[in-house]
């Protein structure tokens, strides 16, 4: 099969490897398409993973199953799958409570081993998700995303009628939105400094759409009469729009971490301020377990407009330019590589 190894940052290596085994309670998946995720543009450049190179990265696929390893039960060769790329130890306690990101074995498809740019991959067959036949594998392998976003929002606890401001109009953010409007969250503000990506999230259902940062806050505050955002989501992942993402929130307000920093950057927090205004931060970065069924389920039926998310597609043959072309195309939300 070929596989799309990054062996240094910058630079792809496409090679021919032996198509993997699935050994007893494995599924080996042949892969229809792959999502180029923002965490994958962190491997790419080195800023994440780097000590794991070669590896073949991404994690945001579907395919169908090949063939099934011993001794499992449930799954049918042929069958469309999506698949949590999540791999716990299944036993601990943060594996019991669904934390698996916590459990001491923990491994991540296409961040810390082998991922999906590949025609095939081996995987457990517990973390394998059946899915219909009738959704296009391109609004599949958008499952993993949309979890991410799903399991922040449980996190943060939103429900309806919650002020909600979304700094990053992106991939994420955008569909950050389109949750938000999906559980009745609004007003709905989004931030980005691409005029073209806050147009994309008014388009996908925001009220409020900021592309000058000077304006932000007055929106936010016209918004929500005077009082600050309910919900804060920092979905970009700088120090500074999470110093900005404290003076948004209202007091009692909450502010969900879910934007990658830098390894070791850090948040000045006035802890006084936030005793006295009840006032939180909770992180979140990955879906996982109950978080992909929630998102298959939702893009099962109807409920996020993924047409912003399907445009950009290259072969594998031509990831090297699908990667060093991802900043230069803000208009396409997701690129996909298809097998």
Not at 282 to 301: F, N, P
Not at 306 to 316: C, H, M, S, V
């Amino acid at each position: 099969m070929q596989a799309a190894y990054l062996v240094e940052p910058g630079r792809f290596d496409l090679r021919e490897v032996p198509v993997p085994e699935p050994g007893p309670n494995e599924a080996l998946i042949k892969i229809a398409r792959t999502g180029i995720c923002g965490t994958d543009m962190h491997i790419f450049h080195g800023a994440y993973s780097a000590d794991k190179l070669p590896l073949i990265p991404g994690h945001e696929f579907t395919g169908t199953i090949a063939k099934l390893g011993d001794d499992v039960a449930g799954l049918e060769e042929g069958q469309p799958v999506v698949v949590d790329m999540n791999i716990g130890c299944g036993r601990c306690y943060w594996c019991r409570r669904n934390e698996v990101l916590n459990c001491p074995e923990m491994q991540q498809m296409g961040i810390t081993i082998d991922g999906a740019f590949a025609e095939y991959i081996c995987v457990p067959a517990r973390l394998v998700i059946p899915a219909s036949g009738q959704i296009p594998p391109a609004v599949l392998a958008l499952t993993e995303p949309l979890a991410c976003v799903v399991r922040a929002a449980r996190k943060a606890q939103v429900t309806f009628g919650q002020s909600v401001v979304i700094i990053g109009a992106g991939p994420i953010g955008n569909l950050h939105v389109q949750l938000m409007r999906t559980i009745g969250a609004a007003p709905i503000i989004v931030s980005d400094v691409s005029q073209e990506r806050v147009q994309t999230a008014l388009d996908a259902g925001a009220d409020f759409g900021v592309s000058d940062p000077d304006e932000l806050k007055d929106t936010v505050m016209r918004a929500t009469d005077g009082r600050g955002a309910d919900i804060v989501i920092e979905s970009v992942g700088h120090p500074a729009l999470y110093k900005e993402a404290q003076g948004l929130v209202r007091k009692g307000g909450h502010i969900a971490a879910f934007g990658l920093t830098g390894a070791g950057e850090t948040l000045p927090l006035d802890i006084l301020q936030t005793i006295l205004e009840e006032n939180s931060i909770k992180g979140s970065v990955a879906g996982m377990g109950q978080d992909m069924h929630d998102s298959l389920t939702l893009l099962s039926h109807g409920r996020i407009r993924t047409d912003a998310f399907t445009r950009a597609e290259y072969q594998l043959a031509e990831i090297q330019v699908a990667f060093d072309s991802f900043a230069d195309r803000p208009q396409d939300l997701k690129t996909q590589i298809v097998m």
